[in-house]
Every structure is written in structure tokens, then in C-alpha cells.
């Protein structure tokens, strides 16, 4: 099982991908995020920080917001994700590649089921865990 931590009053969850010594970055999300619930969508006015590891994995995941203390204050195991990265202009099409791909394989090595998605000129790939293919 994942390790997770929650604080109901900083209204923010952590889930441990790797060991929290091993972090090196973070890639902080903000803006038109939305959590995806079966049968719904749901509007999310919060942060999300990516933690990454010296060798690009994804080291842990944060959330942080109101809709925390809402929807999450019991959090059960983690299952599945589906993630959608936001490309910058400029990123080379190699590079969204091995991020979605690392992404991909983190949640793998933790037995957690994820879809990776990102759009790429006018184009949706999703992440295979070694390749992109085109949706």
C-alpha cells in the first residue's frame, strides 16, 4: 500500500511515491484543475505539487486546497490516476515523452494503475510506460 499523510488543517495530502530523502524537485500545478469522479467533474481550486527524484521518477504527490477537507479527509489507498501535463511551449516533443513515460513508470513501480495523457500539436498521446502513442 501507498504511504500517505494528511493535515486536516493545512486542508493538504501527500502521497509517498518513493523515499521522501530522495526528492529533488517539485513541478507545482496550478490553474484549470479539475478531479475527474465517476459520473462527474469537479472544479478544484487548490495547488498540486509534482515531487521528482534526481533521476526524473515522481517522487510523491501533494495536494493542496479546499476541496481537501471535502472530498479526501479519509483517504483511501491510492488504486489509479490519470494525470494530464500542460505543455509549455518550447519542450520538445522527446522531452513531454520522458516525462509522461517516467510519470507513467512511478505509478507502475507502486502497483497504482494510471493513465498519462498530454497534447502535443494539436495531438493526444498517451504514455505507454517506454513510448507515446497518439490517441
Do not use: W
Not at 490519470?82 to 505509478?107: T, W
Request: proline share 4%; aromatic share 10%.
Amino acid at each position: 500500500m501507498i504511504k500517505h499523510t494528511y493535515d486536516p488543517d493545512a486542508k493538504a495530502l501527500y502521497v509517498y511515491l518513493a523515499d521522501p530523502q530522495e526528492r529533488v524537485g517539485t513541478l507545482e500545478v496550478r490553474g484549470d484543475i479539475k478531479f475527474r469522479r465517476p459520473g462527474k467533474i469537479v472544479p478544484f481550486n487548490g495547488t498540486i505539487l509534482l515531487d521528482f527524484t534526481e533521476e526524473g521518477a515522481l517522487a510523491g504527490v501533494e495536494v493542496l486546497g479546499s476541496c481537501i477537507s471535502e472530498n479526501l479527509s479519509k483517504p483511501q489507498p491510492l488504486s489509479s490516476a490519470k494525470v494530464e501535463l500542460k505543455v509549455k511551449l518550447g519542450v520538445s516533443f522527446d522531452e513531454v515523452q520522458r516525462e509522461a513515460n517516467s510519470i507513467y513508470n512511478s505509478f507502475l513501480s507502486t502497483g497504482v494503475k494510471s493513465e498519462v495523457y498530454f497534447t502535443f500539436n494539436d495531438k493526444l498521446y498517451i504514455s505507454k510506460g517506454t513510448y507515446c502513442e497518439e490517441v
